[in-house]
């Protein structure tokens, strides 16, 4: 799930698994992907955890502000 979130591609996804007895059931993992999600849902879960990632940097940037200037002044 997270090398198609990441847009690896499916067949570079099952070339790249490193375990021969789960690589050989290829065709079962290609059905179970695209039979649960299409491309548009990975595209916007993509979207999505991006957004959620520049929220985050948003919000850490004034946290980490936050907490070096408690820090400066219990120094004083």
Known sequence: MNCLLEGVQLEEMIKGIPVKSIRKKADQIRE???GSLETTQ???IRGGLELIGS???RI????IEI???IASRKRI
């Open 67 to 69: 907490k070096n200037r």
């Open 42 to 44: 990975i595209i916007l």
């Open 32 to 34: 179970a992907v695209r």
């Open 55 to 57: 929220i985050q940097r």
């Open 60 to 63: 850490d940037e004034p946290d």
